[in-house]
């Protein structure tokens, strides 16, 4: 078993696949059409997130306010260079990276539905 993508609802889908794609480096992979709606997928070789538009009426979802899936997690290669281009983007930290244990760096980010993602350099 492995998991296959993470699926998004996102209130402005434009925004969404830009902050996935031009601003964290991923790639569109696919479009698909099922029941008159549009998914995209974007990922790159190891990573697929399933992005679609939030229905009318949809309310953001509170992760402070509740339990269940709290965050996504990217390894990545240079922590604090990603941090500092991510600000240059405006992306809104959680927490700045920091060093919690002696093994990895973390920081936390959200998306722009105010999805957490964490961080992760293995140092």
Request: aromatic share 10%; hydrophobic share 45%.
């Amino acid at each position: 078993m492995y998991l296959h993508h993470s699926g998004i609802k996102s209130a402005d889908i434009k925004k969404s696949i830009d902050f996935y794609t031009r601003v964290l480096g991923l790639e569109v992979l696919e479009e698909v059409q099922v029941l008159e709606r549009t998914f995209y997928f974007v990922g790159n070789d190891r990573t697929r997130i399933e992005i679609e538009e939030a229905n009318p009426g949809d309310e953001m979802m509170l992760v402070d306010k509740g339990f269940g899936l709290y965050h996504l997690a990217f390894a990545v290669d240079d922590i604090e260079g990603l941090a500092a281009r991510l600000k240059r983007e405006s992306v809104k930290f959680i927490m700045e990276p920091m060093q919690l244990r002696a093994d990895r760096k973390i920081a936390f980010i959200e998306d722009p539905d105010g999805v957490r993602i964490q961080l992760i350099e293995f140092v």
